[in-house]
């Protein structure tokens, strides 16, 4: 109990210190959703993004913060103890004024290495995932809720989320996207602060500081249970229609021409 008290005193002192150097609001209290704290409440996403919505081909006008900007604040981060032990912070790519951001749970071996997010296997199959969108991979932003892999792949501890996600909040912040895409049972969870399973998150929008957030299953989870690409591929769907992206015609239910819940060769 010590030791976790202590960690979240650490955390919390570093968000403390990030915040004095933005000149901005208490971001951990922000977070938490404390009523009245910081300066000054900065409104949802989608309540911004609709007072003033992008011109995705106009400069990003004075006050707006850049992915840059984000990318520089973070910095060579050890706000918590990952930092000492990762080959690569993998901060996220993608285009920067995507309608639809791809978010997963942590980077794994492969981008550790890389330095790039999703560039595995399970990467590779997200990329035909969104292929099957009639997307390519520029077309979206595809990050993670940590920025440094944790030790063995496991799930991601609470005060690691806590001194990554004010970052990955500035980035949805900084692109502006219409649909998020949460990857996986651990980053729907985490992003949604429940403990519901994946199979009655997914399926349907949830709201996550504002936008709209489709849970699915993640892209490892389906290289292991082909057959859960049947219920991928209808939530990509739904995020097809939110977007108004003409859906492809394919009889199967699957891109590919694959039978339900077969497998199907088109993801």
């Known amino acids: 109990m010590r030791e976790a008290f202590q960690e979240l005193v650490h955390h919390l002192n570093a968000r403390l210190r990030e915040d004095r150097v933005r000149g901005g609001r208490l971001s951990y209290l922000v977070t938490a959703g404390v009523p009245g704290a910081g300066r000054e409440a900065a409104p949802p996403l ?104 944790p030790p063995g792949n496991r799930n991601p501890a609470p005060g690691e989320v806590a001194a990554c996600e004010p970052f990955l909040i500035r980035q949805l912040e900084a692109i502006r996207p219409r649909i998020i895409c949460a990857l996986g049972s651990v980053a729907a969870r985490t992003l949604l602060k429940t403990e519901a399973p994946i199979t009655v998150l997914r399926g349907r929008f949830q709201s996550y500081q504002g936008l709209q957030l489709m849970p699915t299953y993640h892209p490892a989870y389906l290289l292991r249970n082909p057959s859960a690409k049947k219920q991928v591929w209808e939530d990509m769907q739904i995020i097809m229609k939110a977007m108004d992206l003409k859906l492809p015609e394919h009889k199967g239910g699957l891109p590919g021409g694959g039978a339900p819940g077969g497998g199907a060769e088109g993801i």
């Open 46 to 149: 989608e309540t911004a993004s609709r007072k003033t919505p992008r011109d995705r081909t106009a400069p990003v006008r004075a006050g707006e913060e850049t992915l840059e900007a984000v990318r520089q604040a973070l910095g060579d981060c050890q706000r918590c103890p990952l930092g000492e032990k990762r080959r690569r912070l993998v901060f996220g790519e993608g285009n920067p004024h995507a309608e639809l951001v791809f978010i997963g749970e942590a980077p794994g071996a492969d981008e550790d290495l890389q330095g790039r997010p999703f560039v595995g296997r399970a990467g590779q199959l997200l990329t035909k995932i969104i292929e099957a969108m009639g997307l390519k991979r520029g077309d979206v932003y595809i990050c993670n809720i940590l920025k440094c892999r």
